[in-house]
């Protein structure tokens, strides 16, 4: 079993480093950046070796216990470190990250027009960075440390919430927990990531690791879990797919059906007031509502059956888990050398098996819109109830001999540190082409909110049409300062004429508008498309 552990961890680390060295083809988007890394890794094999000489058996068990303040401090710790090595890569898609371009240039328009920058997909992630935004242009603080002030924030909080959740374990334990929750590149979501994703990533593994650890949950305990659910899916609507691990969860720890249905309505009444408050008010009584039909929770991307059975599909999948859970470059070969009995009838192990499932098949079915790995950080939220499977998994495999975690474990650290740590070097960096897109957007909002307060289409628009005719002209404006750079001057023309027309079309009536609404939709489709094509 030793040698067998010690050989899965070798084969794992070995693995990483051709995935690293085929970087340099294409397909293999990430682990591009660990091309010139692959041959030191390759060297990093013989690290499991060391433990199965090591003379510690696996049996001696050393309970490792924080204390609160002690968790904080850590956390705080931690979190210092990822505001040391935040992100500050901003390029545009597919090679940059998520809609980090976009959101840097919106939110500071949307928040000082209108308040806030809305989505029904995202209402309360939105919400607040449109808000703490406010608060920080009043100390000097621009859009992007605010971004990262937030996101740091909720590293603090994950941090925590997994400390806690490790606490009173055996150091093993302890050690394989850190490695698979806190040691993924997926945790790049908190070190000052320009996104969305950080929020609503804390309250699923809140919710998730709470659950595991209350071995009878009370009245209190539903009512908590159904406040965090509600909340994950207010900051985002991918969050709500908590509810499939959550129903299990309720129905094996109500042990009847009576208890079973009870114990639901403990949880389920205070998730629909949160959401029912947080929907009313976004949807009916804010100034500026939320268009619901504008969701792609009511028309969402599916991928079309030829894409989803496309090499290219699969490939992307493949990247995908293992950019959030690296350490199954370890598993996986132990499991094919070992062969041992899986405990699936383990009601910890299936109730984050269905997590990691329900979020796996939504990154599968849903597509990308941005393209990978743009497009990585939403698509990577399994990895919390991914990588809780795991631990749960090997810890239970660990109780039952079935593993040996003195061979195993370097192996596990050495994939999941390298693997999260080239990941963070690579969004830490700061290339000039860097500084001049993040010079450009930012350039432009200001360009932007200069021209807007005094612009007559925007003042005569119709309140309900305010937010489209300032999100269609903050795009034109880019659009014809891309072509300006470019030295287009047919495509600037043409965008000088588009602009004229969206004037006249955003101010006709009711009737006129609607009818037109969909010829001016396609050219503005149109030109997006071709804007595109254009160099950066």
């Known amino acids: 079993m030793k040698v067998r552990s010690a050989l899965a961890a070798g084969t794992g680390i070995l693995l990483?480093?051709?995935?690293?060295?085929?970087?340099?083809?294409?397909?293999?988007?990430?682990?591009?950046?660990?091309?010139?890394?692959?041959?030191?890794?390759?060297?990093?094999?013989?690290?499991?070796?060391?433990?199965?000489?090591?003379?510690?058996?696996?049996?001696?068990?050393?309970?490792?216990?924080?204390?609160?303040?002690?968790?904080?401090?850590?956390?705080?710790?931690?979190?210092?470190?990822?505001?040391?090595?935040r992100q500050r890569l901003i390029l545009p898609p597919?090679?940059?990250?998520?809609?980090?371009?976009?959101?840097?240039?919106?939110?500071?328009?949307?928040a000082e027009l209108f308040g806030f920058r809305a989505s029904f997909d995202e209402i309360l992630e939105l919400y607040i960075h449109s808000k703490f935004y406010l608060a920080c242009k009043a100390f000097g603080i621009s859009i992007l440390d605010?971004?990262?002030?937030?996101?740091?924030?909720?590293?603090?909080?994950?941090?925590?919430?997994?400390?806690?959740?490790?606490?009173?374990?055996?150091?093993r334990h302890w050690i394989l927990g850190i490695a698979l929750l806190l040691f993924t590149p997926a945790i790049q979501l908190f070190f000052g990531y320009v996104e969305h994703y950080d929020g609503p990533t804390v309250l699923i593994g809140a919710c998730a690791m709470l659950a595991l650890r209350w071995e009878t949950p009370g009245h209190r305990q539903w009512l908590a879990l159904g406040i965090l659910a509600a909340l994950g899916a207010a900051f985002h609507m991918m969050a709500g797919i908590s509810i499939l691990p959550l129903a299990y969860y309720c129905w094996i720890k109500s042990g009847n059906r009576a208890s079973f249905l009870r114990n639901a309505l403990h949880a389920a009444i205070p998730a629909g007031a949160v959401l029912g408050i947080v929907w009313i008010y976004f949807l009916l009584l804010a100034k500026h509502p939320i268009v619901l039909g504008e969701s792609?929770?009511?028309?969402?991307?599916?991928?079309?059956?030829?894409?989803?059975?496309?090499?290219?599909?699969?490939?992307?999948?493949?990247n995908l888990l293992l950019m959030g859970m690296p350490a199954l470059l370890c598993v996986v070969p132990l499991l094919l050398f070992s062969r041992p009995r899986?405990?699936?009838?383990?009601?910890?192990?299936?109730?984050?098996?269905?997590?990691?499932?329900?979020?796996?098949?939504?990154?599968?079915?849903?597509?990308?819109?941005?393209?990978?790995?743009?497009?990585?950080?939403?698509?990577?939220?399994?990895?919390?109830?991914?990588?809780?499977?795991?631990?749960?998994?090997?810890?239970?495999?660990?109780?039952?001999?079935?593993?040996?975690?003195?061979?195993?474990?370097?192996?596990?650290?050495?994939?999941?540190?390298?693997?999260?740590?080239?990941?963070?070097?690579?969004?830490?960096?700061?290339p000039p082409e860097s500084q001049l897109t993040l010079s450009r957007i930012l350039a432009n909002s200001e360009q932007f909110l200069s021209q807007i307060r005094t612009d007559r289409v925007f003042?005569?628009?119709?309140?309900?049409?305010?937010k489209k005719v300032a999100a269609v002209k903050l795009f034109l404006l880019g659009a014809?300062?891309?072509?300006?750079?470019?030295?287009?001057?047919?495509?600037?023309?043409?965008?000088?004429?588009?602009?004229?027309?969206?004037?006249?079309?955003?101010?006709?009536?009711?009737?006129?508008?609607?009818?037109?609404?969909?010829?001016?939709?396609?050219?503005?489709?149109?030109?997006?498309r071709r804007i595109e094509e254009l160099p950066p």
């Open 459 to 466: 003042r005569d628009a119709p309140e309900g049409r305010k």
């Open 16 to 85: 990483l480093a051709l995935l690293y060295h085929a970087g340099a083809g294409p397909g293999f988007w990430a682990f591009k950046h660990g091309f010139e890394w692959a041959a030191l890794v390759a060297a990093c094999a013989f690290i499991p070796i060391i433990g199965y000489f090591l003379p510690i058996k696996s049996s001696h068990i050393r309970i490792v216990r924080l204390n609160v303040p002690v968790i904080l401090i850590v956390s705080a710790l931690c979190a210092v470190a990822m505001w040391t090595f």
């Open 342 to 430: 899986l405990p699936w009838r383990d009601q910890r192990i299936v109730f984050t098996s269905i997590g990691f499932a329900g979020f796996l098949l939504a990154s599968f079915v849903i597509h990308p819109l941005l393209d990978f790995p743009a497009d990585w950080d939403l698509f990577s939220i399994f990895q919390v109830y991914g990588n809780l499977f795991l631990f749960e998994l090997l810890r239970t495999m660990d109780r039952a001999e079935e593993v040996d975690f003195q061979g195993l474990l370097p192996g596990i650290l050495v994939v999941c540190m390298i693997s999260t740590g080239l990941w963070i070097n690579r969004n830490h960096k700061n």
């Open 146 to 171: 605010s971004y990262a002030i937030l996101s740091c924030f909720a590293g603090f909080i994950y941090t925590a919430i997994v400390l806690d959740f490790l606490n009173n374990r055996p150091r």
């Open 480 to 528: 014809r300062n891309k072509a300006i750079r470019n030295g287009n001057s047919a495509l600037t023309s043409e965008i000088d004429h588009e602009v004229l027309e969206f004037d006249r079309f955003a101010v006709l009536p009711e009737e006129e508008y609607k009818s037109n609404y969909p010829i001016i939709w396609g050219r503005l489709t149109d030109l997006n």
């Open 296 to 318: 792609f929770f009511v028309k969402p991307p599916f991928y079309p059956w030829r894409q989803i059975l496309s090499a290219k599909h699969f490939t992307d999948m493949f």
């Open 94 to 110: 597919p090679q940059g990250n998520g809609d980090g371009i976009f959101l840097l240039e919106q939110i500071p328009v949307f």
